[in-house]
């Protein structure tokens, strides 16, 4: 199913029997991410018996739903559900020509790294790869503003678009075992934290004392799809404070 | 009431009917393996079917009752207990579960059910990120589970048993219906002409399988996507994964299908070594099968509703 209105395209594809997939564009093309944010904010608004959660991701929305409890006598569960999101998609000017403009104040998250190889143990090796020294990598690092592209992998970790070619890095050919928690990473062209301390293939290039996922907050992660984030680099001592 | 966990079996957990709603947050739904199990369990002892039981995995804990109350087990065969109806269990009897004799998974439902903290809007229990559940982690000896306020029969025990119920039989070799996936048309023909073996390295995350290595005629590297409770993705050896309940929210490897969701208790009941075939149905199928097991729980929901009141 695809459906043209002026400039956004949208299509819908089948995630099993029990989700669907929306898809608005590529994350990083002008104003896609804008519009699967208002999209994923419409659709959470709704109080439909059938939509169990939702997950934006990239240039993606995935809706899962129960098609047992849509209207009675529905034929379809998928076209009824495709038919219902595409309505909502319009009504929520997600499909206009002009980008939709946000609720929310953009604000960036800052977040502060000790960028220092006891912390990150490829910090040197990325550095050379990409031929600079520590020092202009960090400044390469914290001199942009990134944006969540996704969340998952692990309980609120952050996959950050945004990073300085000159830092692409390929994954680790083994991953770690253990990863520290707030460990800072960089695979291929993502910047990214892990919020625990799990297996990880990222190269690891500093650490953050702040916590990224909490179960007591009412959205436990700190970071969503969406949101900008800047690096802030801070020296051992502040970084054993903040701890 | 507690009940004492004498011994806890080889991965005993506690489970609602998962955590939904967090998913943007990278939050797995967790929940029972075989949710058609668990829901069975609860309605034999009066309990709402997204009430706290526990999931026992191949063998099945010893546990220590402290006040009367009705338990019923629905799953895999354990023996020591028959399956798929009430027991009334005595104050100061222990209730021994042994090993499973056909499946993998049962669930000991208790009436009034297990009453642990809610995190994130469920009690279910997410063992990597130790949260949920009792203490976010699998029983220990010596654990003292609460329970909420239990019911009682009107009728005797003896009239009670599920007969002809929704739950399929296992089998150690078998054929599960799927719908295609995202990348479905990028692969050779091999996921219906072959039958594949459950490895050993299977667990709450998913069940991997082994067989011919499916081959992707494209090499396009893939975004990460999302992906759902059935979702088949093909890593670069070529070996399907079947993703189940505590499998991450995302995924990067091409997802070739999805196995439908009237079919998922069946891989939770499926062993290391037994063997899988697939076939591929439309989604309207799919829908319509889903239908009617619902229909079938709704008649045994229906039918059970009125045999329980709540004791003193």
Known sequence: ?243 | MEVKIHKAGLLTTVQDLGRTGHRSSGVPVCGPMDTVAFRLANLLVGNNETTAALEITLLGPEIEFSEDRLIAVCGAQLSGIEVNRPHLIKKGQKLNLGACTSGVRSYLAISGGITTELILGSQSTYLRGSFGGFKGRALKQGDLLSLGKGRTLKEGLAKFYLSGSPIPPYSSALTLRVTVGAQHSEFAAGLFTQSFKVSPVSDRMGLRLQGKALQRKVSKELTSSAVVCGTIQVPADGQPIILMADAQTLGGYPQIAHVCAVDLPLVAQLKALDAVEFSLIALSHAHELLRQREHEISLIREGLSERFYFSA
């Not at chain 1, 002008?30 to 939509?51: F, H």
């Not at chain 1, 998928?78 to 403009?101: D, H, M, N, Q």
């Not at chain 1, 916590?211 to 009412?218: E, S, V």
Request: hydrophobic share 40%.
């Open chain 1, 1 to 243: 199913m695809q459906v043209r209105l002026r400039t956004q395209v949208i299509t819908f594809c089948a995630l099993g029997d029990s989700a669907l997939e929306i898809k608005l564009g590529s994350a990083s093309e002008t104003g896609v991410l804008e519009r699967i944010q208002v999209l994923a904010s419409a659709l959470r608004k709704e109080t439909a018996l059938w939509i169990i959660d939702i997950l934006p991701v990239y240039g993606t929305v995935a809706v899962f739903y129960n098609p047992i409890k849509m209207p009675p006598g529905t034929a379809s569960p998928y076209e009824f559900a495709c038919t219902w999101i595409k309505a909502l998609a319009v009504k929520s000017g997600v499909l206009a020509r002009r980008t939709p403009t946000l609720n929310k104040r953009a604000k960036p998250v800052e977040i502060p790294v000790c960028y220092d190889k006891s912390l990150g143990q490829d910090l040197e090796s990325v550095a050379a790869k990409a031929k600079l020294s520590i020092e202009a990598l960090i400044k390469l690092h914290t001199s942009v503003t990134y944006h969540v592209h996704a969340v998952g992998f692990a309980p609120g970790f952050p996959y950050l678009a945004g990073l300085s070619s000159k830092l692409h890095t390929p994954r680790l050919q083994t991953p770690r075992q253990k990863v520290p928690a707030g460990s800072v990473g960089i695979g291929g062209d993502h910047t990214g934290v892990y919020p625990f301390s799990t297996p990880g293939g990222w190269n690891l290039i500093g650490q953050t004392p702040l916590t990224l996922f909490d179960i007591t907050w009412d959205s436990p992660a700190l970071l969503h799809v969406g949101d900008q984030v800047i690096f802030k680099a801070i020296s051992k001592e502040e970084f054993s404070i903040w701890k």
